[in-house]
T-cell receptor, first 113, second 112 residues
Framework: GAGVSQSPSNKVTEKGKDVELRCDPI?????LYWYRQSLGQGLEFLIY????????KSGLPSDRFSAERTGGSVSTLTIQRTQQEDSAVYLC???????????FGDGTRLSIL | QKEVEQDPGPLSVPEGAIVSLNCTYSNSAFQYFMWYRQYSRKGPELLMY????GNKEDGRFTAQVDKSSKYISLFIRDSQPSDSATYLC????????????FGTGTRLLVSP
């Protein structure tokens, strides 16, 4: 597809379960970002991948959060032992390079019961 | 205090009005300034971006940056009902567009 693709679009799970969220960036984009958008809050930066460089994990809120990017393309954000405060929309963005504007997917709406 | 402040609205205007959306910020290191539009249950869509101070125009949209006042604006001329959305300002430091810092967004409602 032409844009950033995220799956699933919605996820409902029980507290304590692990979840995996997937992001397919725009083809050829070397930079990939994850953000979290909570109700009434702005987008909160989580993690940034640029090419083969070590990711910038400075925004991850706890060690329950991790992300990987395989083959410089698809990325997976994993949340272990989910808590109710993890409920939010998780947005992925990509850019042609780190110094180019970011383009967003439609997000995964995560609800923790 | 947040690095980027934005009035959440809602801002209600009649069709055809000129809309002014604004953000203030505290970090003088910000050099790149962006405006995104977000429709309900969709991801943010990049509208415009500027580097440093000045104005930029694209169709009905004009972005202004005043770094001396740490204040940025987005003007929408001849507003349309289809402009009804949440508008997010975002900014980043001198290394480029990484690690954007967002405002909370202003909800705009344009009535026919």
């Amino acid at each position: 597809g032409a844009g950033v693709s995220q799956s699933p679009s919605n996820k409902v799970t029980e507290k304590g379960k692990d979840v995996e969220l997937r992001c397919d960036p725009i083809s050829g984009h070397t930079a990939l970002y994850w953000y979290r958008q909570s109700l009434g809050q702005g987008l909160e930066f989580l993690i940034y991948f640029q090419g083969n460089s070590a990711p910038d994990k400075s925004g991850l809120p706890s060690d329950r959060f991790s992300a990987e990017r395989t083959g410089g393309s698809v990325s997976t954000l994993t949340i272990q032992r989910t808590q109710q405060e993890d409920s939010a929309v998780y947005l992925c963005a990509s850019s042609a390079r780190g110094n180019q504007p970011q383009h967003f997917g439609d997000g995964t709406r995560l609800s923790i019961l | 205090q947040k690095e980027v402040e934005q009035d959440p609205g809602p801002l209600s205007v009649p069709e055809g009005a000129i809309v002014s959306l604004n953000c203030t910020y505290s970090n003088s290191a910000f050099q790149y300034f962006m405006w995104y539009r977000q429709y309900s249950r969709k991801g943010p869509e990049l509208l415009m971006y500027t580097y440093s101070s000045g104005n930029k125009e694209d169709g009905r949209f004009t972005a202004q940056v005043d770094k001396s006042s740490k204040y940025i604006s987005l003007f929408i001329r001849d507003s349309q009902p289809s402009d009804s959305a949440t508008y997010l300002c975002a900014m980043s430091g001198g290394t480029g567009f990484q690690k954007l810092v967002f405002g909370t967004g202003t909800r705009l409602l344009v009535s026919p």
